[in-house]
């Protein structure tokens, strides 16, 4: 064989094996990009649900941690603060929403949509949380709106029935 030949060979060798393999390795490295990123805003939005607890932690007088109990009294100081934590909270929810929830979810999108859900549920139970839930929920996203009334809904019935 010639040299020329050998060249046409490997040509050959490169344009049936090496482009195709190419190919599969950027799509494969393109998915685990897309990957990490999501993990990456995920764990930011963490950080902020985070944050946000260090917050509640910071007005504990307006005990948002504990479960429903005893309706307190607040001073007008105590409920603006606590109209203000709910409303950090609400934008918290609709960043998530925004940034994570699909219709069709991938089961790692799920994953990280699901703890949302969560989140989302646990103050949704609370009667001061759903009593300013309305007015904080104007001029927020449609859809988000839709989501968390349902999500108060399905709670209540829940409550309700179980």
């Not at 925004?98 to 990280?112: A, F, H, P, S």
């Amino acid at each position: 064989m010639t040299w020329l030949e050998w060249f046409e060979l490997l040509s050959y060798v490169v344009t049936i094996i090496g482009f195709p393999l190419g190919i599969g390795i950027f799509i494969f490295e393109q998915r685990k990009e897309r990957q990490n990123e999501e993990e990456e805003l995920y764990q930011r939005l963490s950080d902020e649900y985070t944050n946000f607890l260090k917050l509640v932690l910071e007005n504990a007088d307006l005990q948002l941690l504990r479960q429903q109990g005893q309706p307190q009294s607040l001073t007008d100081e105590q409920k603006e603060r606590k109209l203000i934590l709910f409303g950090i909270l609400v934008s918290l929810f609709e960043r998530a929403y925004i940034l994570v929830y699909e219709e069709d979810m991938n089961k790692q999108t799920r994953r990280l949509w699901l703890s949302w859900e969560d989140y989302m549920r646990e103050w949704c139970r609370r009667e001061d949380f759903q009593a300013v839930l309305e007015k904080l929920l104007e001029g927020e996203d449609e859809d988000f709106q839709k989501h968390i009334r349902q999500i108060v809904t399905q709670e209540n019935l829940r409550l309700n029935t179980g």
